[in-house]
T-cell receptor, first 112, second 113 residues
Framework: GENVEQHPSTLSVQEGDSAVIKCTYS??????FPWYKQELGKGPQLIID?????GEKKDQRIAVTLNKTAKHFSLHITETQPEDSAVYFC???????????FGKGTTLSVSS | EAQVTQNPRYLITVTGKKLTVTCSQN?????MSWYRQDPGLGLRQIYY???????DKGDVPEGYKVSRKEKRNFPLILESPSPNQTSLYFC????????????FGAGSRLTVL
């Protein structure tokens, strides 16, 4: 089945710096790759997603890149702010939409 | 407001005492799913349902049951809870067509003593 590896598990940056989180997946049939942000005491919320027919997608300070050949995708956050502090999960869609397989998460801490 | 509602949000129970965590969505979504979140393990799927009366196992179904008698509700049943089911549980839903966006509930923290 699908396996998603996520690195790093923790990431600490200074406010204004960039943050990059990387994920790899195993199932070459996966075509949809979302990123979720989970704030303390809340459920995960989608922040950006990308489909396999696109190499990069950007939404203000957040961007996601996808390399289907290498089976990896990354989240890039520029000009980080303290409110970006949260746990971030990458995921890959598995078995025609029956499941999202999640990475183990990255705890991002942005200090001011 | 479009949302997924879970209850209870917090529960402490004892081994063997049957419990049900309810989940309800008001977005008319066909697909619903349960995940558990454990430190260092991320989110793992327990069960999912593609539509009413259609359910299937996820990656970690042992010790759990579900039912989908109505489109909006997808309860998670622990017939005989054990301490290894102490976890944070999330219900989620999405439409079967169009955007694949999974909408999560706020979570239910369960402790089994």
């Amino acid at each position: 089945g699908e396996n998603v590896e996520q690195h790093p598990s923790t990431l600490s940056v200074q406010e204004g710096d960039s943050a990059v989180i990387k994920c790899t997946y195993s199932d070459s049939a996966s075509n949809y790759f979302p990123w979720y942000k989970q704030e303390l005491g809340k459920g995960p919320q989608l922040i950006i997603d990308i489909r396999s027919n696109v190499g990069e997608k950007k939404d203000q300070r957040i961007a996601v890149t996808l390399n289907k050949t290498a089976k990896h995708f990354s989240l890039h956050i520029t000009e980080t702010q303290p409110e970006d502090s949260a746990v971030y999960f990458c995921a890959a869609e598995h078995q025609a939409g029956t499941a999202l397989i999640f990475g183990k998460g990255t705890t991002l801490s942005v200090s001011s | 407001e479009a949302q997924v509602t879970q209850n209870p949000r917090y529960l402490i129970t004892v081994t063997g005492k049957k419990l049900t965590v309810t989940c309800s969505q008001n977005m008319n979504h066909e697909y619903m799913s349960w995940y558990r979140q454990d430190p260092g393990l991320g989110l793992r799927q327990i069960y999912y349902s593609m539509n009413v009366e259609v359910t299937d196992k996820g990656d970690v179904p042992e010790g759990y049951k579900v039912s989908r008698k109505e489109k909006r509700n997808f309860p998670l049943i622990l017939e005989s809870p054990s301490p290894n089911q102490t976890s944070l549980y999330f219900c989620a839903s999405k439409p079967s067509s169009g955007a694949n966006v999974l909408t999560f509930g706020a979570g239910s923290r369960l402790t089994v003593l």
